[in-house]
């Protein structure tokens, strides 16, 4: 990376071999970097849970979410099937139960979302490089009837572990980092290191910019979905692989900077931590009200429990992430 | 329930009387029993993931799931925004990204599914009785726009703790309760005492039925949805009411034993574990792993993190729960 | 309307009491101004198709037209369920096909869309005034489970006829009107009479504003859904009562002048024209290359067929307006 | 096809290749047999609308529809975005539209469907063959952002013409032809001469098996989408080539008989006429109505106007198709 001319393919290219997980865990692993979960991190990820201080880390799912369009994405559709005006109306009783008593009836609905429309996991086989997903998986396996490898399922049981929480602007002494600030692997050492917290193999990296503050204080999203955003920068990659850390979220849209710094490739963070590192990757993390316990009792560590649903063949999947100190 | 006629909506009605929690936690609350959980406990629960066995609760949710179209449901819905082949054959670099380099490119996916088609939990919003539902809340507040109240994005951090599971057929010595075996109080009792568990107030009880490890024997969901199922019976109310636990799920598509004992209401526990006593209840888990390995070391409680998705007035949501023990 | 005050709700219901067609054809109706369509007026407005010209009056179907999010409205959405590569990777055959020759595949997809987000009718159920919507029945007909009266599919086979296009700028000589700009039925005559058209029971009457060529000038659909537009005014609704037409088209978001000329009441002609008149009302209507090939022959009568989809219950449709001269 | 050997992959091509039309409009074309239609052709068929009795040809598009999952295919899903009842409770007023009055309130709604779901045409991009669609555009350009090739909203202007319906059962004095009866061209050619109807060139074939009379006795869809069905088999292809109609459609799911008369090949007639010939094909057809009248005048001509959708790359649409008598 210490190059003259600016970033680009070639870049790319030549951290993601150096990073690559490709074959580490065997040719038919459809896991990743959560191969670093072991049952014995587990159980030490669960110590942490000391307070039973329980924070849930999601966004809102609903209509006044950040996307607006772009990706075709767009935010959380919620349609009833049958509401409580048809219990007063009786306008269920009379298509569904016959002659049965219509002093109790249920409501129910139905969820219309993409997986990656609000807090989410990055399936490893959300990204192509070269015609290839994770582990060198033909991109043709993510095909219109979902991803026959490295889907979001794989990892059902998987995200269960120690987090731990990178307060980076807090270190800095700012409210937040602004759009287009790059955060290397350097600074995230430094904010550990200020905080008095060591990364350890197999952890969760709860990484905060602020920009969700930001965006709440302004009262709108803004261009949150897309637009610029400070994030993780080409910079961190050999950091975050060499940390062994088993999966790695932000309080952003995409986790890593914008605009990118690379001049010909979208996202080259994606490639090299989900496609090459075969990281499992967490946007739209709610991070602000446990940033400001940790930031109380001045412990970064908790449990962190976020299983992706198992929607088969998945790419993504929503979540709604849990830490408890 | 001592009656000589077959119980109806006035049995309904008396238990529901003695079991309330209306207005138990104020005129306010849309928690219900899960007010029960609080810190200590959920730091007490924590303690049980001892060797940091993970088990992933949920069945698969795709198009080949239980639902047959009942109550207007659906089995989940996948589909792709963008595919590994879009990445092959350059789709979408033509319409997204311009002159962006095409070397990497991003999948992209939807899912589409009634709340309550695989693994879930009700909300307290789920039911109504007589035009109101729990707390005494108005039907009408779940209208065409959502749950107003007592909807399940309320439960977003709450749904945490120690986990029993109560393994009713393994106590009895069968693979399965057989279709139409009510569970009443005194069976859940027998099955505590036989595994030498205690249930306590604040738990989330996991009654296994044997029922999915029927239809999985048989190859086909069959009539699971809906048709005939062991399950709690009216008998097993009290019981519940007094065990103050905080949540209740079991491996059966609604809960409750089908056909149903009451003669003119459908689905007569929901009303009363539910409405009345604002209980969380989750359906269509899947236990057999977990139930494996209680039976192997007879240590029949542990950790247990199963949040619901944050879904703004949502009367259900789908979820993956986790077991740790 | 000759009032010296702002028109408010009192005026609505004062001009909705004397054009209201509320039981004109008995209590059981639920097509309104649909019934001024008879067979001989159908076998007429046949005659016009002269020429064999045949113009699709509609905005192209997908995720680039003009809903924004209000109203809860968006873009229709188009997902494959299989397509051309799955084919070609062979990817369904493996899922679906067993054993047969994967040399002939099919492709499939979905749709998904409000029935109001491009081209459409609004059904006579899609308008509540006072708790009622079109001939008095009772607002709660409309359910979550759709309309039990005067929904789309009442008018199945009833929307053909004469069309006449009224292309209002052109009669003007303008290339389109100005958002604000109110159409009253003085103008409309106007328009028909320098047109040389006369209009008559029955008819289909295709209002132009121009606003889609302005839109299209534009090269964005900017706010052209829910913003400023020209558009029927509260002048024109004696005129179209009075001409006893069978619905009622333009090329707008809305039909109506924006801002409406009502100061408490939104799109206060749907309550006039849809629940009080019982008259069809289309919206976003395609009408430049027709009007040019009326500007073109200078006639501006032709057959008009626009079915809606057989949706059970639907509040509006999706369409094809086909006109043929 | 006379051969000795049941037919296969191999008679496919066989066929194909004598009937195919790739080119024969050129290397650029999008519409097949839509070709034949042409503005005389349509001006004739209009004048075949002497009595304006008009005929809607949809089934109902609602949950109770035919599909039963296959294909992945599914009923059409309608969900209210805003209900009569949030007029009446005001939920609406309260969410949308602060303090506008509230007397007067709009309702929507959304609808979800598989474009093959009901009474559709099949889009020329909904077949391949050996990795090619109609007119040799390859499978890749049917991805999973839907068809750039041949998709159905090329067809928006060009289903309108003379309709002829061929009631084969009522030729052959029988109520309905049996599942897995085939029609030949020489069926076909003597049902028209029993009726004293001619075929002329871009006529609209609508060929009823009397199939969806049958579920309507039996009261239930059973097998009709997928099962054993009667409909046209490879004997009618050189025919129906031969007679250079511009579409056809049939009251069954398939159009052509089940179980298909190949070994190998699934339903080898849409390779033929959708791939080979571009013929579009309509499915799901409702005859019923336009057979008896038929019957009663003897006359078997009409003017047909059936538009899809202007569904943006859609390999299908929904319809509501119209004959005018």
Chains 1, 2, 3, 4 share one sequence.
């Not at 990706?71 to 139960?97: E, I, K, W």
């Not at 803004?222 to 950091?239: I, K």
Request: proline share 5%.
């Amino acid at each position: 990376m210490a190059t003259h001319t600016p970033p680009d393919i070639r870049t790319v290219r030549e951290i993601g071999e150096k990073c690559s997980n490709w074959k580490r865990w065997g040719g038919q692993d459809e896991l990743g970097t959560l191969n670093f979960v072991t049952p014995q991190r587990v159980a030490e990820g669960a110590r942490l849970a000391r307070q039973g201080r329980v924070y849930s880390l999601s966004i809102a799912f609903d209509e006044r979410g950040p996307q607006t369009g772009g990706l075709m994405r767009f935010n959380p559709m919620h349609f009833m099937l049958r509401d409580g005006a048809n219990a007063v109306t009786g306008t269920t009783v009379r298509d569904f139960f016959g002659g049965v008593n219509r002093h109790t009836l249920g409501t129910d609905d139905v969820i219309f979302m993409p997986t990656h429309s609000a807090t989410h996991w990055d399936a490893l086989a959300h990204i192509t490089f070269d015609g290839k997903i994770y582990n060198g998986y033909d991109a043709t396996e993510v095909s219109s009837r979902g991803a026959r490898k490295a889907s979001i399922d794989a990892a059902r049981d998987k995200i269960v572990g120690r987090g731990v929480l990178l307060d980076v602007p807090r270190a800095q002494e700012k409210r937040w980092l602004e759009p287009g600030e790059a955060i290397s692997g350097e600074a995230l050492q430094a904010c550990a290191d200020r905080q008095g917290v060591a990364i350890r193999p197999g952890d969760f990296l709860l990484i905060r910019t602020g920009q969700m503050a930001q965006v709440q204080q302004q009262g709108s999203w803004g261009s949150y979905a897309g637009g610029d955003a400070p994030g993780l920068g080409l910079a961190s990659v050999p950091w975050l692989h060499a940390s062994q850390v088993a999966g790695v979220a932000t309080d952003t849209w995409g986790a890593e900077v914008r605009p990118n710094e690379t001049s010909d490739v979208f996202q080259p963070l994606h490639s090299l931590l989900i496609a090459f590192m075969g990281l499992t990757v967490g946007e739209m993390f709610y991070l602000e009200d446990l940033a400001a316990d940790c930031a109380r009792d001045r412990v970064y560590e908790f449990f962190f429990v976020a299983p992706p649903l198992r929607i088969t063949g998945g790419v993504g999947s929503p979540i709604n992430p849990i830490a408890i100190k």
